[in-house]
Structure formats: C-alpha cells, structure tokens
C-alpha cells in the first residue's frame, strides 16, 4: 500500500552549494540520501517531495558543511498481507512467476499461479494450462494478493510472496473470460426461471 508520510532530518549543505538555491539543493540532498530505501517502519522510499522548514545552517569544528533540519514528505510502498496488487509479469522461470508491483517485485510460486496444473515451456518462457489452455508469459498484465511479506536491508533481499488462484485474480484475460463465462452461465440460469 502506498502512503505519505512526513519527515524531520538533517542534510549536509556543502560549501560547493553554499551560493544555490537551499531549497533545490535540499530536496536533491534528500531524494539521493531517502530513494530506494528501506524503512522497516514506512516501507520502500519511492519519492522525496515538498521540502520545506529548512532551518539556519549550524557548522561543526571541523566539518566545512552546513547543516540544515528540513520536514518534507516522502511517498513509500509497503506491501501488506492480503493486499491485492495490480502488476506486470518481469520473469518467468521453472519454480514461478516474478512480478513488479510498485517499486519491489513478488514471486508467485508456480503452485499459486492457476487452479490447473501448469508445465513450463522454456522456449517461449511460459507457464501454460493443461487444462484451459491459459498461457503465462513475461509482460502479462496481473491481480495477484500478498501471502507473506519479508522486508530487508535491500530491495533485492526482500521478499514477497504472491497468490493468483483465489477467484478473482490472475492475468487480466482470463479474469475477463471467467466473469464472461460466469456471466452468461447466471443469465441462462435465470432465463430459465424466469419461464416456470
């Protein structure tokens, strides 16, 4: 889920800067320390933005830089369990399906990809279904929801897990096909009551 969150911390002015606008320099400061990372608590940094309350600069013995407080709001992604995510398939390989939702990506386990026994096609790469023929490959548009969530140091170290067999959720074809189908199933059974 994503949210904004504001922030109070102190950034270092190098004398380089001391004549650019404190503003600008600032929330280039803030976006290069605050992008990409991790807080345990707020989840991925996405973005740093609306710098502002920048205070006096105080300068330390032996430390040419100054230094400014500043608030500012920062926009993070923190995955949460049973969230359900819109996401882009990014890679496929034998165990499962990699998918970017957001700033991270999750694994959806092969076992969670379809109810249907699936076989991997290594040419294509593809997950394709014995039965219904649905075919899984790289780029694929998806609802999946969040089974665990570990988040690390990293983005590369942390780990998520999705699911896409609830109803409900997969590639954005077949959720289309299923509602289809579900939907002139119900509208047949109701005609026919409709007769009695």
Known sequence: MYKVYTVTDMFK???EHFGDNLEDVAADVLERKYEGVIDKQLGVIVAVFN??????GVVYPGE???HHNAKFD??????TVDEVVAGEVSELVEF??????????GLVHVSQIANDFLSFDKKVPSFVSKKTGKLLKKS???????STVSMKKTV?????????????????????????????TSGATGKGRGRR
């Open 74 to 79: 920062v926009l993070a992604y923190m995955p």
């Open 13 to 15: 002015l190098p004398p």
């Open 140 to 146: 694929d548009l998806v609802l999946a929801k969040v």
């Open 156 to 184: 590369k170290d942390s780990k998520i897990a999705l699911t896409m067999k609830p109803d409900g959720l997969g590639k954005l074809e077949w959720i289309v096909a299923d509602a289809r189908k579900a939907k002139g």
């Open 64 to 66: 040419p830089s100054t």
């Open 96 to 105: 499962g399906a990699f998918v970017r939702i957001g700033p991270v990506e």
């Open 51 to 56: 710098v502002r309350e920048i205070s006096d």
